[in-house]
């Protein structure tokens, strides 16, 4: 079988799926970042979270 044949075959069908995953990907990333980068932690007390004992923001354990 032929580098073209095998291509064709096993790799350009799935192509179009790929670059839909890929779009899909960008929103759901740029719609998580503020949750990964723990910008929405802000204002929540470390105590009420349990998350192996870190706190995602610096000084929210203080309070209280």
Do not use: H
């Not at 064709?8 to 949750?35: H, N």
């Not at 979270?49 to 923001?57: A, F, G, H, W």
């Amino acid at each position: 079988m032929t580098l073209g044949k095998t291509l064709a075959v096993g790799m350009y069908p799935f192509l179009p799926g790929d670059a839909l995953k890929m779009a899909a990907a960008v929103p759901i990333a740029k719609a998580l970042r503020p949750l990964i980068n723990g910008e929405e932690w802000k204002g929540i007390r470390c105590q009420e979270i349990e998350i192996s004992n870190k706190c995602p923001v610096s000084g929210a354990d203080d309070a209280g």
